[in-house]
């Protein structure tokens, strides 16, 4: 379906059903969009009035970025909504049926399988949930009526009627995240259009319904964002007595290497070099603490989600995957 006619032909249908729910057209936000729209990208000004007029508040949307599920949770409880028997096996059945394109990920990318299916299913549970949200509902709320990321969603709502243009997509017909977060790897707009690729060289870059695809994008995300092959992710440490407390959960981004913090009182008996960029973090175990080295490719987990808890839980998720899968490859 194209762009225009099938935006053109999808304009009303909803309506009735939704009469509750009011449409952007007299937004003044909108209309400033609508304005930029036409002059940058040279879209037609009515069929964006018409499309401002279709995309719909919701306020379920406001009050879920409001109250994100896993918020101010301590790691023993944020990790149990991840690391479960369901999401475990449901990696493996994912890993077995997409062998061939992790293989060629790793190959091409330098990116671990069990990373990459740990992301698509903390993220989605393998596909199983991509958001019932309009994608065009959801980026419209939030850049017309969230002030306080208004800037963000406002630039995420330009790259999805790129996108959309480019790829010839009905901007009205995709589905996503209360953010407007797509596919199996829950790619916001900017980054489809940044980091997706066309993994099996069909000619579509299409993360919605192709598992290569959403594989290749994911693992090229990673690579985009500084992921170094070979390197590991995380080691455990046990701080001696003396050691220097204050840099615990100091920044997400390595602010040390692993011998300064090995000076300030963190070792680790694991294989990493001295010169290795690295931070020190911590995890409520409800009653102990954890403590851990983060390197260069944690970080760049947290690059997909700006998070601690995020980048342990896709860590621990794909080890708990090899080892379910009995140390195949």
């Not at 499309?51 to 306020?59: F, G, Q, S």
């Not at 959801?138 to 990321?149: E, I």
């Amino acid at each position: 379906m194209k762009w225009t006619t099938g935006l053109l032909a999808g304009l009303g249908l909803v309506v009735a059903a939704c009469a509750q729910e009011k449409g952007h057209e007299e937004n003044a936000q909108a209309q400033a969009f609508v304005e930029y729209m036409a002059t940058e990208h040279n879209f037609n000004r009515d069929e964006l009035q018409g499309l401002m007029r279709e995309a719909k508040r919701k306020d379920s949307i406001l009050k879920a970025i409001k109250r994100p599920a896993e918020k101010a949770k301590p790691w023993y409880e944020y990790r149990e909504i991840f690391l479960t028997s369901s999401r475990i096996r449901g990696g493996v059945d994912f890993w077995d049926k997409n062998a061939e394109a992790l293989k060629a990920a790793q190959e091409k990318y330098g990116v671990p399988p069990e990373l990459i299916v740990a992301i698509i299913g903390v993220e989605t549970r393998y596909g199983g949930n991509m958001g019932s949200y309009r994608v065009l509902d959801a980026l419209s709320t939030l850049a017309f009526n969230y002030p306080r990321r208004a800037k963000f969603f406002t630039k995420e709502l330009e790259n999805y009627l790129l996108l959309t243009r480019d790829q010839n997509i009905d901007p009205t017909t995709l589905k996503g995240s209360y953010a407007g977060a797509m596919g199996f790897g829950q790619f916001m707009p900017s980054s489809y259009r940044h980091y997706a690729v066309d993994f099996n060289g069909n000619g579509q870059v299409d993360i919605w319904t192709d598992t290569e695809d959403a594989i290749g994008s994911v693992a090229n995300y990673f690579v985009e964002h500084g992921w170094k092959a070979g390197e590991p992710v995380t080691v455990i440490t046990e701080p001696r007595p003396n050691a220097d407390m204050t840099v615990v959960n100091d920044d997400l981004k390595p602010r040390w290497t692993v011998g300064q913090l090995d000076e300030k009182g963190f070792p680790t008996t694991a294989q990493v070099t001295s010169d290795m960029p690295a931070n020190v973090f911590s995890l409520d175990m409800g009653k102990s603490t954890q403590y851990w080295i983060g390197l260069n490719n944690f970080y760049v987990i947290t690059r997909y989600n700006h998070s601690r808890l995020y980048a342990m839980a896709v860590y621990e998720l794909g080890q708990e995957i090899i080892k379910a899968r009995g140390g195949r490859s």
